[in-house]
């Protein structure tokens, strides 16, 4: 994994054999680690998504805050929603296809 690190963020290009096509953006913004990802299809790529939060806790980064776009969750599926470790989670799921927003932020954090 290539990252460049810097006061404010760090940016981390996906190089696994996952082959996410976008790159993953962390910023620490007033001492949380907030992680955006156009994940284009989340339930598909779960099993990524906790490996590359396993590489970065691997290098003592903790994720405090995980936002989703693009998750291409279907109103209709059977398939219960992705559990990513300890995170509590909120899904916007679009009534069309495409779309879609997931939230995931560690327990400790109060959020309304």
């Given amino acids: 994994m290539d990252e460049d690190l810097s006061d404010n963020a760090v940016y981390v290009s996906q190089r696994s054999h996952y082959a996410f096509p976008h790159d993953v953006k962390v910023?620490?913004?007033?001492?949380?680690?907030?992680?955006?990802?156009?994940?284009?299809?989340?339930?598909?790529?779960?099993?990524g998504v906790n490996l590359f939060l396993a590489n970065l806790k691997q290098k003592n980064i903790q994720i405090d805050a995980i936002l989703f776009c693009e998750t291409?969750?279907?109103?209709?599926?059977?398939?219960?929603?992705?559990?990513?470790?300890?995170?509590?989670?909120?899904?916007?799921?679009?009534?069309?296809?495409?779309?879609?927003?997931?939230i995931?932020?560690?327990?400790?954090?109060?959020?309304?």
Avoid: A, C, F
Wanted: glycine letters at 12%.
């Fill in 104 to 112: 995931y932020v560690l327990p400790q954090y109060k959020y309304t």
């Fill in 27 to 47: 910023e620490n913004v007033e001492g949380l680690n907030i992680l955006h990802w156009n994940i284009n299809g989340l339930m598909g790529k779960i099993d």
């Fill in 72 to 102: 291409l969750i279907n109103k209709d599926s059977q398939e219960p929603l992705p559990i990513i470790g300890d995170y509590v989670s909120e899904h916007y799921i679009r009534p069309t296809n495409g779309g879609g927003i997931s």
